[in-house]
């Protein structure tokens, strides 16, 4: 029977390499990862799956890793996760993945290394073949806001279309007839599905309404600053008389460029967030935004994380969570 041994033998690498590239492959170099596999087709080794299986530790805590805790959003959700966990007695281990597949899987790793419970995430990389490794492992994973298309896990989410549905009507209800989205709906699905609930309302809306797409590099305020910019830039005639952005990050940015060049918010051009995070009522003109329930989500998560660790929910039985978005009106649009 092929060994570890012969393995790392092959690779001209020794028996923990081969070790970390089967339990921990972001700790080692992508030409040593293929190098080893190469090794592992030829000789037909099949890792021992009994002696691989995840074994948590005695003390009751739990890993929770997000996207990226520069966004507020991922900080409440978080923190509604550790305030349940505390009314539970257990212990919690954060990591920030700082939107890098890497840093994500690194995280992951040392989750499995530090024996917790089981793992909640929001992931950076929703298809990762590292996060179904963990899985065929035996690792007890809840996912948090983002979950890939076909992924059959425990999982908790909100209902993005309907949230762009809700920015859609309210718009469409103050008369507006010329819609922009700002975001991304190519590269993330979860910007595609507020997009989709957007353009659902568009399409059945009497009159001639248009709805363009203004994308965005990213999340962030400085892409928001960007697309400000850009659209004070058009003449009236050209210019959207509102827009619905994909988050509350983009429409703070995108709303302090256009109060810079000298355009009124929301008079000129109305705006529509997306989260309702904590800044979204503080800036010069208060953000109308469709309302995330972010403290529920991290709640929801630890609550379906208790359930598969004390064995009464099935990690073969997927459990999935919808929960509703809410719009709140302030004075943007």
């Excluded at 690194?106 to 419970?117: E, K, T």
């Excluded at 305020?221 to 990050?249: F, H, Q, S, T």
């Amino acid at each position: 029977m092929t060994t570890i041994r012969d393995v790392a033998r092959l690779a001209g690498v020794s028996s923990g390499t081969v070790s970390n590239v089967l339990n921990r492959p972001s700790y080692v170099r992508a030409e040593t990862r293929e190098r080893v596999m190469q090794a592992i087709s030829e000789l037909d080794f099949v890792p021992n799956q009994r002696s691989r299986q995840f074994r948590p530790g005695r003390t009751r805590s739990i890993g929770i890793t997000v996207a990226e805790l520069g966004n507020p959003f991922f900080v409440d959700v978080a923190l509604g996760a550790e305030a349940f966990c505390r009314e539970h007695d257990l212990g919690v281990v954060l990591c920030n993945s700082s939107y890098d597949p890497l840093l994500e899987s690194q995280n992951l790793d040392l989750l499995v290394q530090q024996r917790v419970q089981g793992i909640i995430i929001s992931p950076v990389d929703e298809k990762s073949s590292r996060l179904d490794m963990l899985r065929d492992r035996g690792v007890p994973m809840v996912f948090v806001d983002r979950v890939g298309d076909d992924r059959d896990v425990w999982s908790v989410v909100v209902d993005d279309r309907e949230g762009g549905r809700l920015g859609a009507q309210h718009l469409i209800g103050r008369g507006h007839r010329r819609i922009a989205f700002v975001g991304h709906p190519h590269r993330s699905r979860k910007v595609r599905e507020r997009y989709e609930g957007v353009r659902e309302v568009v399409d059945r809306s009497a009159g001639d309404i248009t709805l363009e797409i203004v994308s965005s590099a990213s999340w962030t305020v400085n892409d928001g600053r960007a697309v400000g910019a850009a659209l004070a830039l058009r003449p009236p005639d050209k210019r959207p008389r509102a827009v619905l952005c994909a988050n509350d990050m983009l429409a703070l940015g995108l709303m302090q460029e256009l109060i810079r060049a000298g355009l009124r918010i929301p008079d000129d051009i109305a705006v529509v967030g997306y989260d309702d995070l904590e800044w979204a009522a503080l800036g010069a003109v208060p953000l109308t935004t469709i309302a995330q329930p972010r403290a529920e989500l991290g709640r929801t998560a630890v609550e379906m994380m208790i359930s598969l660790i004390d064995g009464s929910g099935s990690a073969l039985e997927a459990n999935h969570v919808v929960l509703a978005p809410e719009l709140v009106v302030r004075d943007s649009s």
